[in-house]
């Protein structure tokens, strides 16, 4: 009999988001009356059809597959150069950031690719991951043998747990221990909470000094509103010999079910190995793309590339200002109820302390019982988010301003 990888029976129940829908789905069955007022506030996943540029794109990409003279098979590993080079001068050199297009790698998305990351670096790292996150970073951690066991509080041994709370704003200062790897997600999910430029200094002083790398998730920098807000580390001076970031089509151009991301690693960032020597990552990264992917589908990449368009970039700004919209429309609802309300201002989720006495479970279980709302408890985001609970904005409209007035009712 083959054996299996134990690192996954240390993972704890089952994945957030599944968890969440099993919950939802037993109370639709035991209150079908109810069913139908449902509201899905939960996951973040977007309500409004693809920009219309892009699926104009896609048609004509599609097109070009059903005639021989313009048809293509296996692309780059790395991504087409045509939406590669539209990445580096829009998203980066547009904020005097260089960047060059073989540095791009294109994915199904900023998901997928925070886990990818771990098959180049080596088990002895330490690793930093703030509290509360996003539950993927600590997970694939464990399942790539990363870490010991789970505590009672859901803490698995051998990673260093960076508290986000009220106090600082929910952004984590640089630990006084040592890491090799930091988890950082601005803006952030769960909390909304983004850094600003003194912080991320901050944080690529501490990298600096500590020769360690900074996994920099920025699969929500489209909703930053305040122009003082970096929306990439690599703004940062130091930042391309310390960190990778990972970036979504998601969030942006509606991609969520498209699939599209990339990640970018500079070929100045280093690491080290164990007889002492520092190699550069970039052509690790590059191996393992080309050994274990073929990149993302034509129609896909140019699909990607027309948000870059004038028409596409005047259609994404309208898809933020919806979602942003919503977020405002919950965000003041909740605060007009007497709620502690955070984020929702540079990014999508509206984070809610729950009312004194009420665990972040048994808030959801209120939610919608009696509202018929689905919101995420905090304690799914790790032991420092018990106590809070997060609203997704990525909803239709209507929707938005009904979650709006059910909440008038919460008592």
């Keep these: 009999m083959a054996f299996l990888n134990e690192n996954y029976l240390k993972l704890q129940a089952g994945y957030l988001f599944p968890e969440i829908a099993r919950r939802v789905r037993e109370f639709c069955a035991a209150n079908p009356d109810a069913a139908d007022r ?23 990409a599609v097109e070009e597959l059903a005639h021989r003279e313009t048809f293509r098979g296996y692309g780059h590993e790395q991504g087409y150069e045509f ?13 005097g950031i260089e960047i060059a297009p073989d540095e791009i790698f294109l994915s199904d998305g900023s998901k997928s690719d925070c886990g990818y990351i771990l098959d180049i670096f080596g088990h002895q790292n330490k690793i930093a991951i703030t509290d509360p996150v996003y539950p993927v970073y600590v997970d694939t951690n464990v399942m790539a043998g990363h870490t010991g066991g789970a505590g009672p509080d859901g803490r698995y041994e051998g990673i260093i747990y960076l508290p986000c709370r009220a106090e600082n704003g929910f952004v984590a200062a640089p630990p006084a221990e040592h890491a090799d790897l930091v988890y950082l997600c601005f803006p952030n999910n769960p909390t909304g909470a983004v850094a600003t430029r003194d912080q991320l200094v901050r944080w690529v002083e501490y990298a600096t000094e500590h020769k360690a790398i900074l996994l920099f998730d920025a699969a929500y920098e489209g909703y930053i509103r305040d122009p003082g807000m970096p929306h990439s580390i690599f703004e940062i001076p130091g930042a391309l010999e310390c960190a990778i970031e990972f970036r979504s089509f998601s969030k942006t151009g509606g991609f969520t079910g498209v699939r599209c991301g990339f990640t970018v690693v500079s070929k100045s960032l280093l690491a080290r190995t164990a007889d002492g020597r520092s190699l550069p990552l970039h052509p690790l990264w590059h191996r393992r793309w080309s050994t274990k992917a073929n990149s993302v589908s034509y129609p896909v990449q140019r699909g990607a590339e027309a948000l870059y368009s004038d028409e596409g970039q005047a259609q994404v700004r309208s898809l933020i200002e919806h979602y942003m919209g919503n977020a405002r429309i919950l965000r003041e609802a909740a605060a007009a109820v007497g709620l502690q309300v955070f984020g929702g201002i540079n990014a999508p989720y509206i984070w809610v302390q729950t009312p004194a006495g009420l665990t972040s479970w048994q808030m959801f279980d209120r939610m919608l019982s009696d509202l018929n709302v689905v919101i995420t408890p905090g304690s799914g985001f790790g032991s420092c988010g018990e106590g809070y609970f997060r609203i997704s904005a990525f909803n239709n409209r209507q929707n938005a301003e009904e979650v709006g007035r059910r909440l008038q009712t919460l008592r």
């Design 38 to 60: 449902v509201i899905r506030c939960g996951i973040g996943d977007v309500t409004e059809p693809l920009p219309a540029a892009a699926i104009s794109a896609m048609h004509d």
């Design 83 to 95: 939406i590669r080079e539209k990445i580096a001068e829009h998203d980066y050199r547009a904020r």
